[in-house]
């Protein structure tokens, strides 16, 4: 074979060898995109049949026929977010709080109208300018009197009631009628003569100018009134436990000890003064009385029947306390029920005997400490 024969038979065969390589490579080439194409195809397959499953949920969600949707043009499913249900237990909670108040309003308003139509002598509503005291504290000044249709009677009981004050609780002051003041535009006389000169609102400003505490608001109450408030509240009586034996000038004696005793009886305990003791022993007897109906409101009872005494009381009285300062402090009133703190004026060691212009005997006292004695009370 010659030389030029050798070169064309290996170029054939090369040529062969590359034809034979490209098949093969083309072969590997189509196997792969065949594979490719397979893949894609399940993932239309998936895509489709998702589409498909969420198109018909919706159409099915909103009463509406899949027949002849078209898929992947429908229009997208709302979510709708849960609202979190409230814990029944608080909605039991908000429920009788509803109820209740809504019991106590109710019941005030007709305590109050069933006080106001009973045939009694309630004093005329005054002209009261009322502050807050310094301390925030809405005070009540409590005004009690035996005047029997008399114009111009002295006060019998004058006591300064604060509930919202810093220590949140029931705080009471009683001032002894023999106290010596100065009376504003009267001059210097015991403190109850300011109610015969100028009814309630010349109280709160001898007490103001004389002790430094502003009233808010306050009550006249006469003790037929008081009778009828505790027997209504108090059906069976209220706890107390009687200092001593008392008999002289009382309707009813009383014996000493624990016991129970209606309106008639709880009051001859409160004012009774015929003793070596005075008024000294009559206002600690008048404070022991208060914190007495404070406890008894521990009875589930006794607080149900409250609102509607409440609103008697204010019924049967000449006051300018609203229903909502009472409601407001309802917890504060509560709290009354383990004990109420008390303070005397003239206070322990600020005063001594002395005698007025006409010859009676007075209350001397320092004005100073008594003063600072009022606020150290109420802060704590």
């Not at 098949?23 to 196997?31: L, N, S, T």
């Not at 809504?102 to 009261?128: H, L, W």
Request: hydrophobic share 30%; net charge negative; aromatic share 10%.
């Amino acid at each position: 074979m010659s030389r030029m024969d050798r070169y064309r038979h290996e170029k054939e065969q090369t040529s062969k060898q590359n034809s034979n390589n490209n098949i093969f490579a083309r072969r590997q080439r189509r196997q792969s995109s065949d594979e490719d194409n397979d893949h894609l195809d399940d993932y239309e397959q998936d895509y489709q049949s998702d589409w498909q499953s969420f198109d018909d949920e919706y159409y099915e969600d909103n009463g509406q026929s899949t027949e002849g949707k078209p898929p992947g043009n429908r229009p997208k499913k709302k979510i709708k977010k849960k609202r979190k249900k409230k814990h029944p237990i608080v909605r039991f909670i908000l429920t009788v709080l509803i109820l209740l108040i809504a019991y106590s309003g109710i019941s005030f308003y007709i305590g109050e109208k069933v006080g106001e139509s009973e045939d009694n002598e309630v004093p005329e509503t005054e002209n009261f300018n009322g502050f807050s005291d310094a301390n925030g504290g809405n005070n009540i000044l409590l005004i009690g009197n035996d005047s029997r249709g008399e114009e111009n009677a002295r006060a019998d009981t004058i006591m300064v009631l604060q509930l919202d004050g810093p220590a949140k609780k029931p705080k009471l002051v009683s001032f002894m009628r023999d106290t010596y003041v100065n009376i504003p535009g009267a001059g210097d006389n015991k403190i109850n003569a300011s109610y015969a000169y100028g009814g309630a609102d010349l109280v709160r400003q001898t007490i103001s100018e004389n002790f430094g505490i502003d009233c808010k608001y306050y009550m006249t109450l006469d003790f037929e009134t008081f009778e009828k408030v505790i027997d209504t509240l108090f059906s069976s009586g209220v706890d107390i436990d009687a200092e001593k034996d008392m008999s002289k000038n009382l309707e009813t004696p009383i014996k000493k000890g624990p016991q129970k005793m209606d309106g008639l009886t709880l009051l001859q305990y409160a004012r009774f003064r015929m003793d070596e003791e005075g008024d000294f022993g009559r206002v600690r007897r008048q404070q022991q009385v208060i914190s007495a109906i404070f406890s008894e409101l521990k009875n589930p009872i006794a607080l149900l029947k409250l609102p509607y005494a409440a609103g008697k009381a204010m019924g049967y009285s000449a006051n300018d306390v609203p229903m909502s300062f009472l409601a407001k402090n309802s917890f504060s009133i509560a709290k009354g029920a383990s004990g109420v703190d008390r303070l005397s004026i003239p206070a322990e060691d600020t005063w001594s005997y002395g005698q007025s212009y006409d010859g009676s005997s007075v209350l001397i006292m320092d004005q100073q400490a008594n003063q600072q004695a009022i606020q150290d009370f109420l802060a704590k």
